[in-house]
């Protein structure tokens, strides 16, 4: 969207709008003021400045710069319109006052006066308007001169953009007619190089299809010649392979043969070893038959043992608690591991698990420790001693054996039983008394 905007009108034509329009407001203020009651209302807008277009083009504007100056000329004139009303309403409070004076005094003479001073204050005011008018109009014609010399200005870069604009198409519509030249010029060759290369393949295919023609009739020739040998090569082979397969056959026929006779040969011999084990299976057998009564054997004579000296134990321990002055000291601790309360003046020494009987000993006052011990205690604590140093070397020898390697010639391990470690520690364990070390 555009609008027409007049050009910058010439000195001449700006000073004769400029008296026009001063003296058509001195006239209208002077009506204002005349006119009685009159006020804001009775006071009309200026009208517009009267430029004369000239011959040359219009500017064109677009539809916010229309907008911006539609409204500055709005604000302006209502500015205008204020400014006047404020005049007027000036005027028309003085009138009232100095009307008031001339009531109030009621003399004709002051009346005179007063007329001759709201006269006199009227043409002030009137040359005071006037002045501010033709000021006004000076600053809005100076306003108008700076805004059309912008639009000119504006106008020229629009049109020096546009010439650039029309210059920059044209040089793009020179590139592309030129770009299309080239592009119909390389489609020619192209064209043309593809019909050469087309000449050059039809002459290529022909040369190549006698070429093929040519190859074909000689390999044919030749296959007919391979095929003659091929037949004749294998009547060879077929009458080669006869001989092969009859010499095959019996081959294998004496093969079954002797492959059965070790069969039977085998079947003799697993036969033979089947049966001396059944007879070794036997005889083991009733080699552990009697190993295992005689273990059983033992078991209950250890046990008919193990019984009778309990029951002697227990015997012995009723006794020497009868004998005993004060019994409530180890009765609690029978034990001869655990400690002695402190002012126990009887302790057992020996343990009734043990195979010595226990016997009651007086501790010496002083020292606890000093007492003659039961041989058959310290027996059993030296065993204990040397079962305690047997397991921790065979702990350390199993620790090096696991960190070397596992061996297939340790025959002697404890943790199989049943090997000599495991005797050993059983035989330990019976000489002490049929109690384990780890009970």
Not at 141 to 149: H, I, P, Y
Request: net charge positive; proline share 5%.
């Amino acid at each position: 969207m555009s609008i027409a905007i007049p050009p910058l009108p010439s000195s001449s034509q700006r000073s004769e709008s400029r008296n026009s329009n001063h003296s058509r407001s001195v006239s209208e203020a002077s009506v204002a003021v005349s006119r009685p009651g009159g006020g804001s209302s009775h006071i009309r807008s200026r009208p517009s400045l009267d430029i004369s277009p000239s011959p040359k083009p219009p500017v064109q504007l677009d539809e916010a710069e229309l907008r911006a100056k539609h409204i500055a000329g709005q604000l302006a004139a209502e500015k205008a319109q204020k400014e006047r009303a404020r005049a007027a309403e000036a005027i028309r409070q003085q009138n009232k006052l100095a009307s008031e004076r001339a009531e109030l005094t009621g003399n004709t003479s002051l009346g005179s006066a007063a007329g001759a001073s709201i006269r006199r204050s009227e043409s002030v005011l009137r040359s005071e308007r006037e002045r501010a008018e033709r000021e006004k109009a000076a600053r809005m014609d100076l306003e108008r001169q700076q805004w059309l010399a912008r639009e000119v200005e504006r106008e020229a870069r629009v049109s020096a953009q546009q010439e650039a604009e029309a210059k920059e198409r044209a040089k793009v519509a020179k590139a592309k007619e030129e770009e299309e030249a080239a592009a119909r010029r390389r489609s020619r060759e192209v064209k043309e190089i593809m019909e050469r290369a087309d000449a050059e393949r039809l002459a290529r295919e022909a040369k190549a299809r006698s070429e093929r023609l040519a190859r074909e009739a000689r390999e044919e020739r030749k296959e007919t010649e391979r095929r003659e040998a091929e037949k004749e090569r294998r009547e060879v082979e077929r009458k080669d392979k006869e001989r092969r397969d009859v010499e095959r056959y019996e081959a294998e026929r004496r093969e079954a043969e002797r492959k059965e006779k070790e069969r039977k040969d085998m079947e003799r011999k697993d036969k033979e070893r089947k049966e001396v084990e059944r007879r070794e299976k036997e005889r083991r057998e009733k080699e552990r038959e009697a190993e295992r009564r005689e273990a059983a054997e033992r078991e209950r004579k250890n046990k008919e043992r193990q019984q009778q000296q309990q029951q002697q134990r227990d015997e012995q321990a009723q006794q020497q608690r009868a004998m005993a002055p004060d019994n409530a000291a180890f009765l609690e601790y029978p034990h001869h591991d655990k400690p002695v309360p402190e002012g126990t003046k009887y302790r057992i020494e020996g343990c009734p698990c043990c195979t010595a009987a226990p016997r009651i000993v007086e501790i010496p006052p002083g020292n606890p420790s000093n007492y003659e011990p039961d041989p058959v205690i310290s027996r059993q604590r030296s065993q204990r001693k040397r079962q305690l140093e047997l397991e921790q070397r065979q702990e350390q020898l199993r620790q090096q054996q696991q960190a070397v390697g596992p061996s297939t010639n340790n025959r002697h391990s404890s943790a199989i039983p049943g090997t000599n470690a495991g005797r050993s520690r059983q035989s330990i364990d019976y000489l002490a008394g049929g109690v384990s070390l780890h009970d």
